[in-house]
């Protein structure tokens, strides 16, 4: 068991004063977990044209947040036997070794891979700074403590297209991960200078089977996805085996759970409709975030000719209307209820997604970053109400099991997100070269590398015929992409439905669940 030395009750130690020091090592290492689920969204473009693997960029964003999401819950189980320090340096240790490699990736592959690192690194920053906080400060000081946390998300959320966008175009996109050296190294010091708790060792069993299948059968999925219609055929035996293969290890993974002393991820949170409801909520929201994230940039860029900073502002809007409209959504379900103020949120949501399936291969770049504002409204109104209603439902001895699950359904969402929109346009591309006009017929590479001629941001190719066809496949990529998250706006009404509509209705007795 883990202990900090109680603010209110330290003697000779200090504490007090030093949670000043250890609230911003916190804020900043939370920061540099959240700009790297964005910073890389407006560098997309420039590390394709260095790179090449077009085809290949939507794993960037799946296997850092599958890595991230999968180790959240074995993290915290680490927490408890080994305390919170040594999880929480390990963790900032192996997001900075990431960070390195990324920074010096030779190939797609390689920083695919490199960016695996980091998601396992980040996949212990986040849970420990929250149980961090928790351990430090009293329960009428953490409301607003969680407060400053969670605003770390939405600025770097709106910092961080801006400033891959500025560091893509004026110096180079491998600065998106050399930037964290010093900034997680300030963060180290400062937790080894002024966090300090005394751990009383107590054994656990690490759901290491459990662990290693979710892992498994999430990455092959995602694999199948991602690589379906590209390096194989659908239906070919290599994409038929990994999707049966997958699916017998989630299978599995739900077996070893029901047995598990310590499950990984305990099923009793998916035993009823507030938790169920909330849960598919937070597999919309991460996957509407993370198809805006991946495929407004490339639409900007690639098929409107803008400058990279120019997109960061457009996708900044998103993260504009999503803490404007959070930081009202609290009186809004104070009065009408968790579930009608999402459902409101939802309305926005799927108008804004509406607005992105509508832009034309000639649309401003202000009417994108409109559409995205109405979207980021949305997600204000139905990310934190969803949250918030599942917290309320259990006492504090399970509130962290329940926010996990959240958390995790949310990252799944992004990593799954990001597979299905990345070969639903792969597939687009796919196609659009394999049949281009007679004209060009022998003069376009035979991949959908080919969109590095409308990504490179410069020469009298980006001018030719051939990217003209370039930019038009690429238009119909992105705007396939943008029905599909309409689509995913309409599916997240039906998951807010499963929610009961009355607060009062979401008290239970957590013992007996």
């Not at 996949?123 to 607003?144: I, K, L, N």
């Not at 990310?383 to 439902?393: D, F, G, N, R």
Request: aromatic share 10%; net charge positive.
């Amino acid at each position: 068991m883990t202990t900090t030395t109680p603010p209110a009750t330290s003697k000779g130690v200090g504490f007090r004063s030093e949670r000043g020091p250890v609230l911003a090592a916190l804020m900043l290492s939370t920061g540099l977990v959240a700009l790297d689920s964005t910073i890389i969204a407006t560098a997309v473009p420039s590390v394709v044209s260095d790179l090449g693997g077009f085809s290949q960029f939507p794993w960037l964003f799946s296997i850092y947040l599958l890595t991230q999401a999968v180790t959240v819950p074995l993290y915290g189980k680490l927490a408890d036997s080994l305390g919170r320090r040594p999880v929480m340096f390990f963790g900032i240790a192996v997001f900075l070794l990431g960070s390195v490699l990324c920074g010096a990736a030779w190939s797609m592959p390689a920083l695919i891979a490199f960016r695996a690192v980091q998601g396992i690194g980040a996949g212990a920053v986040q849970p420990m700074s929250m149980t961090m906080v928790g351990d430090m400060y009293t329960v009428e000081e953490r409301a607003r403590v969680q407060g400053y946390l969670a605003s770390v998300w939405g600025i770097s959320a709106v910092i961080g297209p801006t400033l891959g966008g500025v560091f893509s175009q004026y110096l180079s996109w491998r600065w998106i991960f050399f930037v964290n050296l010093p900034l997680g190294a300030v963060a180290a010091w400062m937790l080894a200078r002024n966090f300090k708790e005394r751990v009383t060792r107590r054994r656990h069993r690490i759901d290491y089977t459990g662990a290693v299948l979710l892992t498994a059968g999430c990455s092959l999925m995602i694999l199948g996805l991602l690589e379906g219609g590209v390096a194989w055929a659908w239906g070919s035996t290599a994409s038929l085996l990994i999707f049966a293969v997958g699916l017998l290890m989630l299978v599995g993974f739900v077996f070893v759970e029901r047995r598990a002393a310590e499950p990984v991820l305990p099923l009793w949170v998916f035993g009823r409709r507030i938790f169920l409801g909330g849960s598919f909520a937070a597999v919309g929201v991460g996957a509407l975030t993370i198809g805006l994230s991946s495929y407004v940039p490339t639409y900007a860029e690639g098929v409107l000719g803008t400058g990279a900073v120019m997109s960061g502002f457009a996708l900044a809007a998103l993260t504009i209307g999503w803490p404007l409209a959070g930081s009202q959504a609290g009186r809004i379900y104070l009065r009408i209820g968790f579930r009608d103020t999402s459902l409101i949120g939802s309305v926005f949501v799927v108008a804004g997604t509406v607005l992105c399936a509508l832009l034309s291969l000639h649309a401003h770049i202000w009417e994108v970053a409109g559409a995205c504002f109405v979207v980021g409204l949305g997600l204000g109104l139905t990310a934190s109400p969803t949250l918030v209603a599942v917290q309320s439902v259990v006492g504090w001895d399970r509130r962290g099991v329940v926010t996990g699950t959240n958390m995790f359904s949310r990252s799944l969402g992004s990593a799954v997100g990001a597979a299905v929109f990345g070969a639903i346009a792969n597939a687009t591309l796919a196609g659009r070269f394999a049949h281009p006009p007679a004209a060009l017929a022998g003069r376009l590479p035979k991949s959908v590398d080919a969109t590095s001629l409308v990504l490179s941001g410069h020469g009298q190719a980006r001018h030719s015929a051939a990217a003209t066809f370039v930019r038009s496949a690429l238009y119909d990529a992105a705007h396939h992409v943008f029905l599909a998250l309409v689509v995913v706006a309409v599916l997240g009404i039906a998951a807010l439905l499963l929610m009961p509509r009355r607060a009062e209705q979401l008290s239970f007795d957590s013992e007996n669940s």
